[in-house]
């Protein structure tokens, strides 16, 4: 044999899962009693797929919060799941009413029989990404699962209460370095008889001269935790402004987490709970310095903006959306954000001009189609109605979105208002109300009254 391709890296593709797709399928067309039925089928069919593809060498085994897939000669199955129980049940003790309720079916675990084999499990497309230095890695978007490494059962047990810990803090928003810091403190709660951390006169030096050298952008904003040069100086330092929080302000901790928000690092949920910005911290071990979270990209300040727009702050918001596009005029996302906030603020013009440059920039972009449409039809000041210009946006943000987002129909029933026709309004609305959240469904009925009325959607500032 010249070529094995079980040695060419992702030649072969493991099964996966558009998690928000299945989803969204869940929400609309399940019953909520029978949920948490439909997430364990999916994390079972998936896994058995993903067994198909690795040649039939794994075995399925569950617990009641866990589904474990491993290697069908792994001795050690039983004990790995009865630790991962008992190290929930202490890390939920732990956090308390910080740790998160348990989702709808099972958090599946991954323990590969092999490190090639953890790299196609972790990164498919991408088999040298950082996390592949990593002993095991706790993904959180769409659906909790963990993937492991192999290794002796005591290192597996650290690695598994470790991700078991960022799974119980997967429903918050937090930076990666305060995560980081919690997780670690909570590990040594659940399993006092561990080592624990420590800090000598040696070792702070250490890390007060490289942060010193190096700065804190990596840091705040996670990128430095999953590159293996200075992985350790960043989870060190997360200890250390961890237990400065805690030893200070213990208890607005709680109200710290519920507020704090990867998008700024925490900065502004620090200066709410606790008078003073994340940098301060840094500060009372690092000594003075330029220690602020600035972002570092036009994405960065794109995002940041946006949850100043959740909090309100409307002026920091509109100055990371300007500083986001003087970065990189072509990052169409910003000028989304940004129309959104000068709708919001009753600048329609400038709301007009900025989604439309988004679509010049993608003109499959169709969140930006949906902002315009549903401007072009319902705002309040009717010098900017155009309700053929927004039946036409409109709908072409249905046909590319595939019909999936009840926003866009709830837009495509105003656009249909608009123009008069109330017949495909009150159609559309149904349409929109019957994939629409609980919370929205009012909403949809009041619409749905208006265009039995034979009247066209207006929308408020505070509306929008």
Not at 36 to 47: F, I, K, M, S
Not at 409 to 418: E, G, K, S, V
Request: negative net charge; charged residues 25%; proline residues 4%.
């Amino acid at each position: 044999m010249v070529l094995n391709l079980a040695e060419v890296p992702a030649a072969f593709q493991l099964p996966q899962l558009d998690w928000q797709v299945i989803r969204r399928w869940i929400d609309q067309k399940v019953p909520q009693q029978q949920h948490a039925e439909a997430w364990n089928d999916v994390a079972t069919q998936w896994l058995e797929s993903v067994d198909t593809a690795l040649g039939n060498s794994y075995q399925l085994t569950r617990s009641k919060h866990l589904l474990l897939l491993s290697p069908r000669d792994y001795e050690h199955t039983k004990s790995l799941l009865n630790f991962g129980e008992t190290g929930l049940s202490q890390i939920e003790a732990s956090l308390g009413n910080l740790a998160g309720e348990a989702q709808a079916g099972p958090i599946i675990v991954f323990l590969a029989a092999d490190n090639s084999t953890y790299g196609r499990f972790v990164r498919p497309h991408e088999p040298e990404f950082e996390h592949l230095r990593s002993a095991g890695v706790c993904f959180q978007e769409g659906y909790l699962r963990i993937a492991m490494r192999p290794g002796p059962l005591e290192s597996l047990e650290r690695t598994f209460l470790h991700e078991l810990t960022h799974a119980c803090v997967a429903h918050l928003h937090l930076p990666l370095w305060f995560e980081e810091g919690i997780t670690q403190l909570a590990e040594e709660m659940a399993m006092p008889h561990w080592s624990r951390f420590t800090l000598d006169v040696a070792t702070a030096a250490d890390i007060k001269s490289y942060w010193r050298d190096k700065g804190l952008s990596d840091f705040w904003w996670g990128t430095g935790f999953h590159n293996l040069d200075g992985q350790r100086r960043n989870y060190e330092l997360a200890q250390i402004v961890f237990r400065l929080i805690l030893a200070d302000h213990r208890r607005q901790l709680a109200a710290f987490v519920r507020e704090a928000h990867v998008d700024d690092a925490g900065d502004s949920a620090a200066r709410k709970c606790f008078g003073k910005g994340v940098a301060e911290f840094a500060k009372q071990f690092l000594g003075p310095g330029d220690w602020e979270p600035v972002p570092v990209d036009s994405s960065a300040f794109c995002r940041r903006g946006g949850l100043r727009v959740s909090r309100e702050n409307h002026e920091h918001a509109m100055d990371d959306f300007s500083e986001a596009i003087r970065i990189d005029p072509l990052f169409g996302d910003t000028y989304v954000h940004r129309g959104f906030l000068h709708r919001q603020l009753g600048n329609y013009a400038d709301a007009i001009a900025d989604f439309e440059h988004a679509i010049a920039l993608n003109p499959n972009d169709f969140s930006a189609m949906n902002y315009l449409a549903r401007t072009l039809a319902t705002c309040p000041d009717e010098t900017f109605l155009n309700g053929q210009r927004a039946f036409e946006l409109s709908n072409q943000a249905c046909e590319l979105s595939g019909y999936a987002y009840w926003e866009f129909l709830d837009t495509l029933a105003a656009t249909c208002a608009q123009l008069g026709d109330f017949e495909d309004a009150r159609r559309w609305e149904k349409e929109a109300m019957e994939i629409a959240p609980e919370e929205e469904r009012p909403h949809c009925r009041e619409r749905q009254i208006l265009y039995k009325a034979g009247q066209p959607f207006r929308e408020s500032i505070k509306q929008i």
